[in-house]
């Protein structure tokens, strides 16, 4: 690991959910701890497990890490942090705008993005004022900020009441008058994460071309900010041990295959790789382990049999039981959403069923994943960007009327945010999801809970001012009411069996709830269990598989059907 020799006092570590960003977060401060420094790690990540990581539990505030001296940790709940947040925003308001107005206002600064910036307030504290952290030599963040919101916090409009002018809008962030007060610290925590000589930011990614593509997203966006000192740790790089196991054989390939045609701006950055352990990087010795430079031999393990579950033809049957409606794939990047919907489309069809599929992914993806395009199957796009572009305009002729020239530049910010991409395909999602009237529309990509009640409360509060067009086409106006319809709409969770995938997944779930969507089940990818496997190193992940399987049942959905691992995979 060599941003560890020397470090520099703080240490970022960013990347998409299940690259191991919190492993090698709480790995890399045991490896300083141990040489005798003080370190102090802070988590911001929603689905973040530090404490079964450390097994310590763990507060907002440090905690000693008992076996390790001179490390200490906390987590910091994200979900906590934005509640606090919206309500040091909102709660003035209460009393003096009406119900429906409030209420929008709260989903607006209810989304993802919302929740970073709360997450980048109470960690701005511990980077930005030297004093709170002076006892320690080294700072750990799992979870970096995106480039998004430190642009955000760059603009002076951003300190205004811009929440005044912007209550009809469908804004994921809003306002960030709440933080004003910290206008200071935040400065000087967005300068320490410029400076080369005090910060590194360590992006993390798998061997795999979706995780590869997001840590380069990640790196242009945050090198144009100034944080120019990166580093890229490929993690879980798998070498086989059995040489005669051919699903070994085909892991590693795929591996040095994503290696070779990875990103061109991530070539030219330093690079440390970690190979996939059979073990779990749980407890201290699992972090010591994942830092080794080999791993201690396996012990011998029994191959699992994974919790009984449906199969993926017996799932996609009861779907298709109506003869008619929307199915969608959802999850968090990388965990095969283009590849099952792909396989749900083409399965219905081969059984006599009218199927159009559709997704936000290049076409040629979706085309390789279906193959051969069966009889009465369509496949079409939304193109993000083209739908992106619209709402912006959209939005900027209207809601950027009249706002004065930061106003504007504030606004087009908020506009380049993620849920604003996921707000406009939804839009463009309503006209594919009315033709699941009278055939299967499946569609990969589908929207969050989150967008679904802040279209809903965008729309109840322009019910409320009068101001809905009389014009509404049939399409958008039962789009909500359709996506609620259970007998209409059909949520697929898509995830991989591992402790984060899994924890994102659950939490997307707990989002559609909460809009009023109960998903039809889960699909657990990319799983060893189903499979023989006599490679040492692959026969112990399988074993441990089986706890996120059981989870899944126990706590999350009674649902599930675990399909095995393969080389196609997005």
């Not at 993005?113 to 320690?136: H, K, N, V, W, Y």
């Not at 750990?140 to 009809?168: C, K, M, Q, V």
């Not at 040629?364 to 279906?370: F, I, L, S």
Request: with cysteine; hydrophobic share 40%; charged share 25%.
């Amino acid at each position: 690991m060599n941003f560890l020799r020397p470090p520099t006092r703080h240490l970022f570590f960013t990347g998409k959910g299940g690259v191991g960003k919190t492993s090698l977060a709480c790995a890399s401060a045991l490896a300083l701890a141990e040489q005798g420094k003080k370190v102090l790690l802070i988590s911001t990540d929603p689905a973040s497990n530090v404490d079964e990581v450390l097994e310590t539990p763990l507060s907002d505030s440090p905690t000693p890490i008992p076996a390790v001296p001179g490390l200490q940790a906390l987590n910091i709940d994200p979900e906590k942090a934005a509640a606090a947040y919206r309500e040091r925003v909102v709660g003035p308001y209460r009393g003096k705008l009406p119900e429906a107005v409030v209420n929008s206002m709260e989903e607006q600064l209810s989304g993802a993005c919302t929740m970073e910036i709360a997450a980048f307030d109470a960690f701005a504290a511990l980077l930005g004022d030297a004093q709170s952290t002076r006892d320690f030599d080294h700072l750990i963040f799992d979870t970096a900020p995106t480039g998004h919101t430190l642009r955000l916090l760059s603009l002076p409009s951003a300190w205004t009441g811009y929440i005044e002018t912007n209550t009809s809008g469908t804004s994921c962030l809003g306002p960030l008058e709440g933080l004003t007060n910290q206008k200071a610290i935040y400065a000087q925590a967005v300068d320490s994460l410029g400076d080369g000589k005090r910060t590194t930011l360590i992006l993390v990614s798998r061997p795999e071309a979706a995780a590869l593509k997001e840590a380069a997203r990640s790196s242009g966006e945050l090198r144009e900010l100034g944080v120019t000192n990166q580093h890229l740790v490929v993690n879980g790089l798998f070498q086989a041990v059995d040489a005669e196991d051919p699903v070994a054989r085909a892991l590693e390939a795929r591996g040095r295959r994503a290696l070779t045609h990875m990103p061109a701006s991530l070539r030219d950055l330093p690079r440390s790789e970690r190979p996939l352990r059979g073990r779990p990087p749980m407890g201290l010795e699992g972090l010591r382990i994942l830092l080794a430079e080999a791993e201690p031999p396996l012990e011998a393990t029994e191959s699992v049999q994974a919790p009984e579950g449906e199969t993926f033809e017996t799932l996609v049957e009861s779907l298709g039981r109506r003869g008619h409606g929307a199915i969608m794939t959802m999850g968090k990047g990388g965990v095969g959403k283009t590849t099952l919907a792909a396989r749900i489309a083409v399965t219905l069809a081969r059984h006599g069923h009218k199927v159009h599929l559709t997704t936000t992914d290049p076409a040629a993806h979706v085309e390789a994943a279906v193959g051969e395009i069966p009889e009465g199957m369509t496949i079409g796009r939304v193109d993000p960007a083209l739908e992106t572009r619209r709402y912006r305009e959209e939005v900027m002729a209207s809601a950027g009327k009249g706002l004065d020239e930061e106003g504007r530049r504030l606004l087009e910010e908020d506009l380049r945010s993620p849920c604003t991409e996921e707000i406009a395909v939804f839009q463009a999602f309503a006209w594919t999801v009315d033709q699941a009237r009278d055939q299967f529309v499946v569609l990969d990509t589908a929207p969050t809970g989150h967008t679904i009640l802040l279209l809903d409360a965008a729309q109840a509060y322009h019910r409320e001012l009068g101001r809905q067009s009389q014009g509404v086409p049939e399409a958008v106006e039962q789009l909500l009411p359709r996506l609620r319809d259970p007998a209409f709409t059909h949520v697929v969770i898509c995830a991989l069996p591992e402790a984060t995938p899994v924890h994102e997944a659950a939490a997307l779930q707990a989002d559609l709830r909460r809009a009023g969507i109960e998903p039809a089940g889960w699909i657990v990818n990319q799983a060893l269990s189903p499979l023989k496997v006599s490679d040492p190193i692959l026969r112990a992940r399988q074993a441990a598989e089986g706890r996120w399987l059981r989870e899944i049942l126990e706590q999350h959905h009674r649902r599930l059907v675990v399909e095995p691992w393969s080389e196609i995979h997005d």
